[in-house]
């Protein structure tokens, strides 16, 4: 369980840093395409980022844990909604994956507590 635990957490983190990180790179076509199909422009970009690395920074501390896997949780909700808003169910079908990891994270509880 504990390996499981920081495997996903690994993953968590990493994947949170990565997609704060590309928010602040110049983007491509198919990624400002999907962006603008739910309804987050170019200047909304730097907070969605900012945010995404606040994320992935909170799950690598022990204080902050819960509160960031929440965080995650609820961006993923948010994108989910946002998908089916703009009526791309395939984009909120494929976000519940990522959606169980903060949820299973926080059932597993931070894997290097003592």
Request: charged content about 10%.
């Amino acid at each position: 369980m504990k390996i499981l635990s920081i495997l996903l957490l690994a993953v968590s983190a990493f994947l949170s840093l990565k997609h704060g990180w590309d928010a602040f790179q110049p983007a491509n076509a198919e990624q400002t395409k999907m962006m603008a199909d739910l309804g987050i422009g170019k200047s909304a970009m730097p907070y969605v980022g900012a945010i995404s690395i606040l994320t992935g920074l909170l799950l690598l501390f022990p204080q902050t844990f819960f509160l960031g896997n929440l965080l995650n949780a609820l961006t993923i909700v948010l994108i989910m909604a946002l998908s089916l808003h703009s009526g791309n169910v395939k984009m909120a079908l494929m976000e519940i994956p990522f959606l169980a990891m903060p949820l299973l994270l926080i059932w597993l509880k931070y894997p290097f507590k003592f």
